[in-house]
């Protein structure tokens, strides 16, 4: 049997002394650094993809006349730009909502079923409810 570290053996008991304990060997700080840049790579090369979603309207721009959209109908457009599809839903008489029109699971179009009130995407057939996304 092998007795605890203390004074009776050539080990001490306690091997690194409290003044050192909070330094850090090379080794410990190259890991750091190393971690802290990465970490930081990573977050540069995430921020176009969260700038991406964000499209905040700048100007009011017209989709058409209201009476034109019946009910229970819906338009497709898209914007900013050509690349970016969207689709207006009108819920009620005076309700209307926009939504974009890729599925946020595999980014398919998704359609809208005016007798579930759903967007339905076709892809992996997952639904969504028109009233709040």
Same mark, same amino acid.
């Given at each position: 049997?092998?007795?605890?570290?203390?004074?009776?053996? *050539?080990?001490?008991?306690?091997?690194?002394?409290? @003044?050192?304990?909070?330094?850090? *060997?090379?080794?410990?700080?190259?890991?750091?650094?190393?971690?802290?840049?990465? =970490?930081?790579?990573?977050? @540069?090369?995430?921020?176009?993809? *969260?700038?991406?979603? =964000?499209?905040?309207?700048?100007?009011?721009?017209?989709?058409?006349?209201?009476?034109?959209?019946?009910?229970?109908?819906?338009?497709?457009?898209?914007?900013?730009?050509?690349?970016?599809?969207?689709?207006?839903?009108?819920?009620?008489?005076?309700?209307?909502?926009?939504?974009?029109?890729?599925?946020?699971?595999?980014?398919?179009?998704?359609?809208?079923? =005016?007798?579930?009130?759903?967007?339905?995407?076709?892809?992996?057939?997952? @639904?969504? @409810?028109?009233?709040?996304?």
């Amino acid at each position: 049997m092998t007795p605890p570290p203390g004074p009776l053996t *050539s080990k001490p008991a306690f091997p690194i002394r409290q @003044s050192d304990e909070h330094r850090l *060997s090379r080794r410990q700080f190259a890991c750091a650094l190393g971690l802290t840049t990465v =970490a930081g790579l990573a977050v @540069s090369k995430l921020q176009p993809w *969260s700038a991406a979603f =964000a499209h905040p309207v700048k100007e009011p721009f017209a989709l058409g006349k209201t009476h034109d959209l019946p009910v229970g109908g819906h338009k497709l457009f898209r914007f900013p730009d050509t690349h970016h599809p969207g689709i207006l839903i009108r819920l009620e008489e005076n309700r209307f909502v926009a939504y974009d029109q890729r599925c946020t699971h595999l980014m398919c179009p998704v359609l809208f079923n =005016a007798d579930t009130r759903q967007l339905l995407c076709p892809c992996h057939k997952g @639904s969504f @409810s028109a009233d709040d996304g």
